[in-house]
C-alpha cells in the first residue's frame, strides 16, 4: 500500500522532535546528578528560609505553662516580624514586631543563651512597674487580670536566685529593651522572678497553633531519643494517647 507524501512529513517531523527533546534517559551520568543536585539545593534553600524567617516547630518539654500548654503539645512558631536567623546557630537578628502584655512568647533564656529555648508569658513591658502581693500580678498600680493561672504567684527568695545574677526585689522597674515574663503554672515556672528580664533581642517568636499533642512524661521531651520513640510508638499503638481536641488550637 502507497503511503502518502504527508504521513511521511509527519513521521519525519515526530522523528526529529523525537531527537529534539530533552529524553531524562540520553542524560549522562553527569548530568543527572547536577540537575538533582540542583533540585535538593532548591529545597534546602526553602527550607531555611522557612526555618530562618517565617517558623519552627517547638515541643513543651515542662509543665511550667500548665493549663496553657500542656507536656507533649507540638506547637508551631511564628518568627515574622519578631525574629531572623541562620538556622542551627545562635546568629539571628530581632525584627519590628514588639510583644505585648499577656502574650505567650518563645525565647533564649538570658542567663544561658545557648540551652534550650524557653515558653512563657509577658507580664510586664519596658517601663512597667511590676509588684507582686496578695498572690497576685500588679502592673503599673493595677491587678493583672489572669484567668489562664494555676496557683497563687509568689516572689522569688535570694537563695533562690541564680549565682551572679542580682534578686528581683518588687516592686520592679523593668528596664527599657526588656520583657519581665511568667509561666502560668506559678508555682511550677522558672521565670523572671528569678532571673530577671528577657531583652528583646533574645525573643524569637510566639505560637500560632499546636499541631500534635501527645501524652508522655517529661524525659520524653527533654532531649532523650529513646524516650521520645517510646512516646511517639505508644501514640501509634494507643491512639488514645494523642489530645485529638487540642489539635490545631492557638495558644492563648
Known sequence: MKRSRWNVKADASRQKSRKAGSN????????RARNEAIAWFW????FLLI???LGQARVIPSGSMENTLLVGDHLIMSRVGYDAGIPFTNIHMPLWRQPHRQQIVIFKPPYAPNQ??????VIGLPGDEVDI????????????????????TEAATPRETPRGIAPVHFPYRVPANSYFVMGDNRGNSYDSRFWGPVPRGNILGTPVA?????????????????NRFEAYAGALLHPSRIRWKRLFEAPR
Open 51 to 53: 526555618n530562618g524567617t
Open 210 to 226: 499546636i499541631y500534635m499533642s501527645v501524652e508522655g512524661s517529661e524525659d520524653s521531651w527533654n532531649g532523650n531519643i529513646a
Open 133 to 152: 502581693r496578695n498572690g497576685a500580678v500588679w502592673v503599673n498600680g493595677q491587678r493583672l487580670q489572669e484567668n489562664y493561672t494555676t496557683g497563687p
Open 43 to 46: 529545597v534546602v534553600l526553602v
Open 116 to 121: 534550650t529555648d524557653l515558653i512563657k508569658r
Open 24 to 31: 531524562p534517559t540520553d542524560l549522562s551520568l553527569g548530568e
